[in-house]
């Protein structure tokens, strides 16, 4: 049988009332706080019993003091002549059990325990709050405009769409409590001028839908990532767990580690600070410029290598497909898969300049309803006709095709006002939407090789 | 309306003021509150914690002696007046109503 166990409690730090009434819960099912720790708060077993509990906040203290300070003691002292017993305790927040029947409150002055609540609370709580809230703010607000300006590429991404789930959560996580905060304390306030204590309260089933949601996301975009083949951003994606679980684990060791040097609060803040940002710096300077060097040397390729287009020039043409160069980039997520390929002639082979050159982008749209958008999208991005930049007589524009000969259910050619069609065309199938550029004027039955190899 | 800073005294910053009229720890006020009172009045030990703290910034009590984490205070005279002020005002309560009943039974 264990004697020691650990979970995860997602109590707001404020919340004095839901904690005591947790651990007195689990006090009578044999289970005592015992420390509370940075990956959870550890229970040790004892005989069930009735317990009262009391949290209260000690503004003075600091989760870097070597050893509780003089004044601390002395409050604990004062704490233990009326029975109770420090169980744990966390920066400023002191958890205590008494094991008397009815024993008298540590804070029996409820404007003075707001006082405190609030001092503690501006010392950790809420500036950490702020600071994640500017954080998931400036996220949210780039994420936002790049959703604005390109929809479609930002969807085909599922690293974005990862971070499209966590930076609204870690943003309502953080407005809520400073919400419920700002409301409990000038609630508090106002009761306590009337002598009366307000009870507090925290939002679990908040905190743990977030959780809940943000390791789904999470799931399904490293699943997506692993099943697509991209060894890069499995790589990107293992080194970003495991380098996250060493740095805590890294900085919580040196705080514990100069807490028993008994070095001074200031000291031990300051190593600490310095050694997470010098680690969390390396780590993502370190994974990025790794992942850009290989990705970087994977763009340019050549096409019948390893990495084959769906569509070819040899497929078009009757051309070697070495003398070709390939640029491919792409996307892909559970929404959408975005796919880029240009292949030009290589300039290091004999007659380049006679050879013909073909650009496509597909977009695959697996959640329907995005086909709008995606199609919609597509036509605004190279039509001209309502940039008023473009001067009148020189714009280009969207003109209706023969869908026929593609196999697709729509298809556009784009035209120049000054220079008549174009060899660019737009073609729209059931599920995909194809963009592709043409230096040839192409026969009928390349169109219908286009269809069979880029219409699915 | 917020408290002025102790314009009036709450009834546990009463006692634990009256206990300091002399040398005492906090320990002993802690138990000496609930005896004086019949127990009931009694203050919490952070409540104490604070309420020392605020005194002596206030100047109302002065530490007169610390043997390792015991600490003893007693009233200063700026402190003995504020609870003086308190008494007054108290005892000019009691009279205001037993005048109040005193008009009713006529």
């Known amino acids: 049988m264990k004697d020691r166990k650990k979970r995860v409690e997602m109590f707001s730090f404020y919340d004095h009332t839901g904690i005591e009434a947790h651990l007195q819960r689990m006090a009578g099912r044999g289970w005592l706080l015992d420390k509370i720790g940075a990956f959870g708060w550890e229970y040790r077993r004892i005989e069930p019993k009735e317990l009262t509990f009391c949290v209260c906040y000690f503004s003075k203290a600091s989760g870097f003091d070597p050893e509780p300070s003089e004044d601390q003691e002395t409050f604990y002292d004062l704490c233990r002549h009326t029975g109770w017993t420090l169980a744990a305790s966390s920066a400023q927040m002191q958890i205590f059990y008494n094991e008397r029947e009815d024993p008298v409150p540590i804070e029996t002055d409820p404007v003075l325990e707001v006082e405190a609540i609030h001092r503690s609370a501006k010392k950790s709580f809420l500036s950490v709050l702020l600071l994640q809230l500017f954080v998931a703010l400036m996220n949210a607000a780039i994420l936002s405009s790049r959703l604005l300006a390109d929809p479609v590429r930002t969807l085909a991404d599922d690293s974005t769409l990862f971070l499209m789930v966590c930076w609204p959560a870690l943003l309502t996580i953080c407005a809520v409590e400073l919400g419920s905060y700002h409301l409990w304390h000038r609630r508090a306030k106002r009761a306590a001028e009337h002598g009366q204590f307000l009870e507090t309260s925290s939002r679990p089933w908040l905190q743990w839908g977030v959780l809940c949601t943000v390791t789904f996301a999470f799931a399904l975009w490293t699943a997506s990532v692993a099943t697509s083949g991209r060894t890069v951003e499995t790589a990107v994606i293992v080194l970003l767990l495991l380098g996250t679980a060493v740095i805590i684990l890294v900085t919580d060791g040196i705080r514990r580690l100069l807490k028993r040097r008994k070095e001074p609060a200031k000291v031990s803040r300051l190593v600490t600070m310095l050694v997470c940002g010098a680690l969390s710096i390396l780590l993502t300077v370190g994974v990025v410029f790794g992942a850009l060097r290989v990705l970087t040397g994977s763009q ?57 050159g073909l650009e496509y982008t597909v977009t695959l749209v697996k959640a329907p309803f995005l086909y709008g958008l995606c199609r919609e999208k597509a036509l605004e991005e190279r039509d001209e006709l309502g940039d008023d930049r473009v001067p009148q007589g020189h714009k280009e524009f969207w003109g209706p095709a023969d869908p026929g000969p593609w196999g697709a259910a729509e298809a556009y050619r784009l035209t120049a006002q000054d220079g008549g069609p174009l060899e660019i065309y737009l073609l729209c199938y059931e599920d995909r939407i194809v963009d592709i550029r043409f230096e040839w004027p192409p026969a009928p039955e390349q169109m219908a090789m286009v269809g069979e190899k880029l219409g699915g | 309306m917020p408290r002025a800073k102790f314009q009036t005294l709450t009834e546990q910053m009463f006692y634990v003021l009256l206990c300091l009229r002399e040398e005492c720890c906090g320990m002993d006020i802690l138990d000496r509150v609930p005896a004086m009172t019949g127990k009931r009045v009694s203050v919490g030990s952070g409540t104490l914690y604070d309420l020392l703290e605020r005194f002596c910034q206030a100047g109302m009590i002065r530490e007169t002696r610390v043997e390792g984490r015991k600490r003893s205070y007693v009233l200063t005279d700026q402190g003995r007046e504020v609870l003086a002020k308190e008494y007054g005002r108290i005892c000019a309560q009691a009279e205001d109503y037993r005048a109040a009943f005193r008009e009713e039974e006529r």
């Open chain 1, 300 to 356: 340019h390729s050549r096409p019948g290598s390893e990495d084959e287009a769906p569509l070819t020039v040899e497929d078009l043409l009757d051309e070697d497909v070495r003398d070709y160069g390939q640029i491919r980039s792409g996307s892909r997520s559970l929404l959408l898969d975005w796919s880029y390929v240009y292949q030009y002639p290589r300039r290091d082979v004999e007659g380049w300049d006679d050879r013909l």
